[in-house]
C-alpha cells in the first residue's frame, strides 16, 4: 500500500472515518481533495468541512476547488501524480478528474449496489423498511454510482437503528472496506464484477417536503419514516392552532414506538398532559418519544409536556 500515491476526496464526518483508517494502515495520502469553507452558524463565519480540519491536523495537502474542472485545480491535480483517487462522500467527478489515475478513482457507496443508487442511500433502505443494507466499493464510470464492484460487505438495520445509528455504523464499516480495497489494489488481487443490469431502489436527494408525515399511511410506514429521518434531515408535520386567530405548530418527530390501536383517527391525537402523546395512523398507534418544536430544542415527550400544552381537539396535519 505505501508504494500507491493517493489522493483522497471526502467532505463529511462519514469520510473522516476513511481517510484516518487509511492512514492508520500507512496510505501514502499525496493530497486531499474536499469542499471549499462554507459560511455556518449564527455568524456565518467560515467554516472548514470535516474532512479538511482532520487532512490539516495530519499536514496533508489539500485542494478545495470552487469547480473540478479549473484549469489550476486540474493542474495542481496532475501535479502530485496520484496511481490511485479514493472518493467518500464527494460530488460527481468529471471523467477528466477520475480518468486521470493509472489505477483509476473508487468510491466508497453507503449501500449493496445496485440497490439505493444516489445522494441519500442510508434514510431510504430505513424509510423503505429494509432489514440489511451495506457498503460497495467500485469503479467510478460515466453514469452515477453504475461502475464496476471491487467490494461489498452486508450490514444489518436493526429495529432500533435510525438513519443517525446506520450512518456510524456503515462509516466505520466502509472505512475497512477502503483499505481493504486499496490493500487489493495495490497487490494487483482484484476481480471487479459488472454491476446488474437491474434498476434497484432509487436513493434520491431529500427535500423538505419529503420529510412531511402523512398520517394516513399505515403505521409501520410512518413509523419506518420518522427512524429514516432522524436525526437528519427530520420528519415534520403540522399541529393544528386552538382557534382560527392563531397559526399552525411545526413540530419535528424523531422517535415513535408502534402502540397497537386506540381508535384513534388519522392524525387525532392522545395526550395526557404529563408523558404520553399517541397519534394516530391509518391502522395503529404511534408513541411519540422524542420531538421538537419550531425554534426550541430537541427534547423527550416528558420534557416536552413539561412546559407545553397540546390543546383538546388539536391534531396533525397532514
Same mark, same amino acid.
Given at each position: 500500500?505505501?508504494?500507491?500515491?493517493?489522493?483522497?476526496?471526502?467532505?463529511?464526518?462519514?469520510?473522516?472515518?476513511?481517510?484516518?483508517?487509511?492512514?492508520?494502515?500507512?496510505?501514502?495520502?499525496?493530497?486531499?481533495?474536499?469542499?471549499? #469553507? =462554507?459560511?455556518?452558524?449564527? %455568524?456565518? !463565519? $467560515?467554516?472548514?468541512?470535516? +474532512?479538511?480540519?482532520? *487532512?490539516?491536523?495530519?499536514?496533508?495537502?489539500?485542494?478545495?476547488?470552487?469547480?473540478?474542472?479549473?484549469?489550476?485545480?486540474?493542474?495542481?491535480?496532475?501535479?502530485?501524480?496520484?496511481?490511485?483517487?479514493?472518493?467518500?462522500?464527494?460530488?460527481?467527478?468529471?471523467?477528466?478528474?477520475?480518468?486521470?489515475?493509472?489505477?483509476?478513482?473508487?468510491?466508497?457507496?453507503?449501500?449493496?449496489?445496485?440497490?439505493?443508487?444516489?445522494?441519500?442511500?442510508?434514510?431510504?433502505?430505513?424509510?423503505?423498511?429494509?432489514?440489511?443494507?451495506?457498503?460497495?466499493?467500485?469503479?467510478?464510470?460515466?453514469?452515477?454510482?453504475?461502475?464496476?464492484?471491487?467490494?461489498?460487505?452486508?450490514?444489518?438495520?436493526?429495529?432500533?437503528?435510525?438513519?443517525?445509528?446506520?450512518? #456510524? =455504523?456503515?462509516?466505520?464499516? %466502509?472505512? !475497512? $472496506?477502503?483499505?481493504?480495497? +486499496?490493500?487489493?489494489? *495495490?497487490?494487483?488481487?482484484?476481480?471487479?464484477?459488472?454491476?446488474?443490469?437491474?434498476?434497484?431502489?432509487?436513493?434520491?436527494?431529500?427535500?423538505?417536503?419529503?420529510?412531511?408525515?402523512?398520517?394516513?399511511?399505515?403505521?409501520?410506514?410512518?413509523?419506518?419514516?420518522?427512524?429514516?429521518?432522524?436525526?437528519?434531515?427530520?420528519?415534520?408535520?403540522?399541529?393544528?392552532?386552538?382557534?382560527?386567530?392563531?397559526?399552525?405548530?411545526?413540530?419535528?418527530?424523531?422517535?415513535?414506538?408502534?402502540?397497537?390501536?386506540?381508535?384513534?383517527?388519522?392524525?387525532?391525537?392522545?395526550?395526557?398532559?404529563?408523558?404520553?402523546?399517541?397519534?394516530?395512523?391509518?391502522?395503529?398507534?404511534?408513541?411519540?418519544?422524542?420531538?421538537?418544536?419550531?425554534?426550541?430544542?430537541?427534547?423527550?415527550?416528558?420534557?416536552?409536556?413539561?412546559?407545553?400544552?397540546?390543546?383538546?381537539?388539536?391534531?396533525?396535519?397532514?
Amino acid at each position: 500500500m505505501q508504494d500507491l500515491k493517493i489522493v483522497f476526496m471526502g467532505t463529511p464526518e462519514f469520510a473522516v472515518e476513511s481517510l484516518k483508517a487509511l492512514i492508520e494502515a500507512g496510505a501514502n495520502i499525496v493530497g486531499v481533495v474536499t469542499s471549499p #469553507d =462554507k459560511p455556518a452558524g449564527r %455568524g456565518r !463565519k $467560515l467554516t472548514p468541512s470535516p +474532512v479538511k480540519k482532520y *487532512a490539516a491536523e495530519k499536514g496533508l495537502k489539500i485542494l478545495q476547488p470552487e469547480k473540478l474542472k479549473n484549469t489550476d485545480f486540474l493542474r495542481q491535480l496532475e501535479s502530485l501524480q496520484a496511481d490511485l483517487q479514493v472518493v467518500v462522500a464527494f460530488r460527481m467527478l468529471p471523467e477528466v478528474v477520475w480518468n486521470m489515475p493509472s489505477r483509476g478513482t473508487f468510491n466508497l457507496h453507503a449501500s449493496l449496489l445496485p440497490e439505493y443508487r444516489g445522494a441519500a442511500p442510508i434514510n431510504w433502505a430505513i424509510i423503505n423498511g429494509e432489514e440489511k443494507t451495506g457498503v460497495t466499493t467500485f469503479f467510478l464510470k460515466h453514469e452515477i454510482d453504475t461502475g464496476d464492484i471491487i467490494f461489498q460487505e452486508e450490514v444489518p438495520i436493526l429495529p432500533d437503528d435510525n438513519a443517525g445509528s446506520l450512518h #456510524d =455504523k456503515l462509516m466505520v464499516t %466502509g472505512a !475497512k $472496506l477502503v483499505v481493504k480495497t +486499496v490493500n487489493a489494489i *495495490a497487490n494487483q488481487n482484484i476481480s471487479p464484477k459488472p454491476q446488474p443490469h437491474k434498476q434497484g431502489k432509487p436513493a434520491p436527494k431529500i427535500y423538505k417536503e419529503d420529510c412531511k408525515i402523512d398520517w394516513y399511511r399505515d403505521c409501520e410506514t410512518v413509523h419506518n419514516k420518522i427512524r429514516g429521518l432522524s436525526p437528519y434531515p427530520a420528519a415534520w408535520t403540522e399541529l393544528s392552532a386552538p382557534d382560527e386567530e392563531e397559526e399552525n405548530k411545526t413540530l419535528k418527530i424523531f422517535k415513535t414506538e408502534k402502540s397497537g390501536s386506540s381508535g384513534l383517527n388519522p392524525g387525532d391525537i392522545y395526550c395526557d398532559g404529563k408523558k404520553i402523546i399517541l397519534a394516530g395512523t391509518r391502522d395503529g398507534d404511534l408513541k411519540i418519544k422524542e420531538l421538537q418544536l419550531a425554534g426550541k430544542r430537541r427534547m423527550s415527550t416528558e420534557e416536552f409536556l413539561k412546559g407545553h400544552n397540546i390543546p383538546d381537539g388539536a391534531f396533525f396535519i397532514s
